[in-house]
């Protein structure tokens, strides 16, 4: 159990892998990362691997672990050229990593899509750590351990929605400024400028 104390704790992530996630990239491959947060503003996150079942292998570090948080809110992402796109998302009651034995929690869990779905499962191990103790090497990740708990809260699925909103607005707004510029290409190689009535006779005249 984590007790409250002058000294405090830090959370270390293990961000091992996902599989069975959404292909949301519409030119390619997902460009997928993982990030972590207790309050949905700081954020920690690990390096990009490309497809469905990106393999991380990474530490995450989330200082100053307090009693009144309630969750660890976990976020796969599609990084594109503007917003990134989310693929999926859940919060992690932390309870379940205090009570822990020696306060660690290795698992699989459970994410949800844009459209409030289950769909695809992240692997990661959890350790709670004093102040001043720095994280160590990646942890071991128990391929037979249960599958931990996981949940859809109800402020994080209204900040994911916004999320695919705003993405989803960039991608029309690049898709019709792609058409108008190439409708003005197209009219400049053939629509070309037509003479005015005025241009023509004085050209004709210019002839005699």
Known sequence: ?????AHGY????TAHKAYELDDVDRTGKNDAYCRISFDMKNWEKTVIKKGTTPDW???LFLRDLKPEHEYVYVE???EETGSDEPIGFCAIPLDQIRNAQGQKFSGEFELWTCKSARKGKVCLTFRVIPLGEEPGSALTYEASTRLGVSKLDPEHEKRIKKLKLKEAAEDTAKLVGGF???GAALGGLFGGKKKTEG???E???AQH
């Open 76 to 78: 796969v992402m599609d």
């Open 180 to 182: 108008a510029a190439a």
């Open 1 to 5: 159990m984590l007790h409250s104390s």
């Open 199 to 201: 241009e023509t006779t």
């Open 10 to 13: 830090n959370l270390e992530c």
């Open 57 to 59: 292998q990474q530490i």
């Open 203 to 205: 050209a004709t005249h």
